[in-house]
C-alpha cells in the first residue's frame, strides 16, 4: 500500500475535501456514485481529488453507494489504487442519500442503473446526473469550459448537448464492476476510471 503523502494522497473517512473556497464563495460538489462505494465511486473520488487538491481549485470531492452499508474497501480496490499512487484504505462507504444529491452540483454515475436510482431518488437531479463515460462523451462534444464560465453554467451547457433520451441505454455506458473479481480485474477497472478522470478533468478545469 502507497504511504500518505504528496504523491500518494488518502481517500480519507469521505470527508469534503477538494480544496480550499474563496471566503464566503460555497465550493462546487461532485459526487461519484456505484452500488457499494467500496470499488469504483472511492476510486475515481481519490482520482479527482488528487487533480483539485494538487491545484487548491474549490471544489468537494465525494462518493456514495446505492447499496452502501459503512464498509471498508474491498482489497482489490486498495491495491488497485495503490498501483496508482492513491491510499483508500481509510474510506469508509456512504449510502447514497437525497440531500447527497442535492447539494452536488455534479452527480457521476459509475453505471447506468446508478443513474437511475439517482433520478429516482432526486427527479431534480437529472440536469445534473450522468454517468461518467456520458459526461466525457458529451462534454467532448460540446467542449471544455470557457474561460470565466461558472462550473454550473458548463454542466448545464453539457446537458443541453445531450442527444435522444437522457438515460444512457448503451452498456459501454457503465464501468465494470470488478467486485469479486481477479486483481486483474480491479486494475483493469481502476485503470480506466483513471483515464475516464483524467478526461474530466482536462474538459472541466481546462485552465488548472
Avoid: Q
Amino acid at each position: 500500500m502507497a504511504p500518505d503523502g504528496p504523491s500518494s494522497p488518502a481517500a480519507g473517512d469521505n470527508a469534503d475535501a477538494g480544496g480550499d473556497s474563496k471566503a464566503g464563495e460555497p465550493a462546487f460538489e461532485v459526487l461519484f456514485v456505484c452500488t457499494g462505494n467500496i470499488c469504483r465511486s472511492p476510486t475515481a473520488e481519490a482520482l479527482l481529488r488528487r487533480h483539485v487538491e494538487a491545484r487548491s481549485l474549490p471544489t468537494l470531492v465525494r462518493s456514495a453507494g446505492t447499496a452502501a452499508g459503512w464498509s471498508s474497501p474491498t482489497a482489490g480496490t486498495i491495491r488497485a489504487a495503490a498501483e496508482l499512487g492513491l491510499d483508500v484504505s481509510r474510506h469508509r462507504s456512504h449510502p447514497l442519500s437525497t440531500e447527497d444529491l442535492e447539494s452536488a452540483g455534479l452527480v457521476v454515475a459509475l453505471a447506468r442503473e446508478h443513474l437511475d436510482e439517482a433520478i429516482w431518488m432526486s427527479p431534480d437531479a437529472l440536469p445534473r446526473t450522468f454517468t461518467l463515460k456520458e459526461l466525457v462523451r458529451c462534454a467532448s462534444v460540446v467542449g471544455a469550459r470557457s474561460a470565466g464560465e461558472e462550473l454550473s453554467a458548463w454542466v448545464a451547457r453539457v446537458h443541453a448537448g445531450r442527444s435522444g433520451a437522457v438515460r444512457a441505454t448503451a452498456p459501454d455506458d457503465d464501468v465494470a464492476d470488478p467486485i469479486g473479481g481477479t486483481p486483474d480485474a480491479y486494475a483493469r477497472t481502476a485503470a480506466e476510471i483513471d483515464g475516464l478522470v483524467d478526461e474530466l478533468f482536462r474538459l472541466a478545469w481546462p485552465d488548472a
